[in-house]
């Protein structure tokens, strides 16, 4: 897809965060800001969505967390959720004030790591409009689960000794029993599509995440949306399990649930069963936050 696209950076109390602009395709006051999941950056399909988006007639911010992508921090590759909804807020405060949107008009896309992150940001900030939750991490200890005994031993000390000492990363994808975040069957071969010819995606973390994943629950926020809020859920999900997304999914006062039952987690990005999703997202925020608002 083309698009028309502006580097942008975006202020925050540290390092800025490096975004890309998707101006309205028509006079839309109406944005949506997207960030990738675990791991991800802004060049892993987000500017499929987001030129669809823009096509639509939104203005859309994508944007990369510090430590991540072309984002300075260190150490690379960091994951940390408080850091990250900071961005998160980051973002949204500078999509607010663009002059060719009303801050009353914004909606979130959160896709797998950062689906569980908009599902948070939109029961703290009721002034978002609307959100789209795709196969979000909800429940820490299920998606931990989801790496097998084999792997928990080494991750567990990994984790250890990167939170005392720093200086420790675990992959991010690898083959089942392989000491990675994500080594599900499917993995290494639905993976690897999202990533561009000739793009130099950081393949470790910092490992210090194992020891706080467990502890992260963004689904509990789900019932204290007030906002529409679509989960576009993967029944085939192998990282994010489908079961626990679907229970949180149903206390929300205003959820859509979408589910793709012979979709894995990294498959709703690309090919048919992105074309059925993005159709879907488009209807949705139409619906709750139509261009002509």
């Not at 960091?78 to 002059?99: F, G």
């Not at 939750?133 to 792997?151: E, H």
């Not at 994500?182 to 793009?199: E, H, S």
């Amino acid at each position: 897809m083309t698009s028309n696209r502006i580097n942008i950076q975006i202020p925050t109390s540290q390092a800025p965060l490096s975004s890309w602009l998707y101006p309205s395709a028509s006079k839309s006051r109406s944005a949506v800001i997207l960030a990738h999941g675990l791991g991800g950056t802004k060049e892993l399909k987000l500017s499929n969505y987001a030129t669809s988006f823009q096509k639509a007639g939104y203005t859309c911010v994508v944007f990369d967390y510090r430590c991540n992508g072309e984002t300075a921090g260190q150490p690379r590759g960091l994951v940390d959720w408080s850091m990250q909804q900071e961005d998160w807020k980051s973002a949204i405060a500078y999509t607010r004030q663009l002059e060719d949107v009303d801050s009353d008009c914004v909606a979130l896309f959160g896709t797998s790591f950062s689906g569980g992150h908009v599902i948070q940001l939109a029961a703290e900030d009721h002034r978002i409009r609307a959100v789209i939750s795709q196969c979000p991490f909800t429940d820490g200890v299920r998606s931990s689960m989801c790496v097998g005994p084999r792997a928990l031993p080494g991750l567990a000390w990994a984790g250890v000794k990167d939170t005392l000492f720093g200086g420790t990363t675990v992959k991010l994808v690898g083959a089942p029993g392989d000491v990675a975040l994500m080594n599900a069957p499917d993995v290494l071969k639905t993976f690897p599509p999202l990533v561009p010819d000739g793009y130099a995606f950081q393949e470790d973390v910092p490992a210090r995440l194992v020891m706080r994943l467990p502890f992260l629950r963004p689904g509990r926020y789900a019932s204290k949306v007030q906002c529409p809020i679509l989960f576009g859920v993967c029944g085939k999900d192998t990282v994010a399990p489908a079961g626990p997304t679907l229970s949180y999914a149903k206390s929300a006062s205003k959820g859509v649930i979408k589910l793709y039952d012979d979709v894995g987690h990294f498959e709703v990005y690309y090919g048919e069963a992105f074309e059925k999703a993005i159709g879907h997202y488009l209807e949705f925020l139409e619906a709750n936050l139509p261009v002509d608002t």
